[in-house]
């Protein structure tokens, strides 16, 4: 998927969100699983868009293992 990161154009990949722990969330990504640690800002961020859509894509920067909200990544 291609979109703007901190204001540039850039390829990320998307995931579907398998399991939502107490500080991390585990990702389905074309390779398989990966989990990311996050901060409980973006931990809240990821539960309301899994309540409102729980088949919801998310953007994904595995190189950085960061997600990507608002255009920005997020730790």
């Known amino acids: 998927m291609d979109l703007y990161?901190?204001?540039k154009y850039q390829s990320v990949?998307?995931?579907y969100v398998k399991e939502i722990k107490?500080?991390?969330?585990v990702f389905i990504v074309k390779d398989g699983e990966v989990e990311m640690a996050i901060d409980p800002i973006t931990l809240?961020?990821?539960q309301t868009i899994c309540?409102?859509?729980e088949d919801a894509l998310i953007p994904l920067d595995l190189e950085t293992n960061?997600?990507?909200?608002d255009?920005?990544?997020t730790k």
Do not use: Y
């Not at 960061?66 to 909200?69: A, Q, T």
């Open 44 to 46: 809240d961020a990821i």
């Open 66 to 69: 960061s997600i990507i909200l």
């Open 22 to 25: 107490e500080s991390s969330v």
């Open 13 to 15: 990949d998307i995931g």
């Open 51 to 53: 309540m409102a859509d």
């Open 5 to 7: 990161v901190n204001g």
């Open 71 to 73: 255009g920005e990544p």
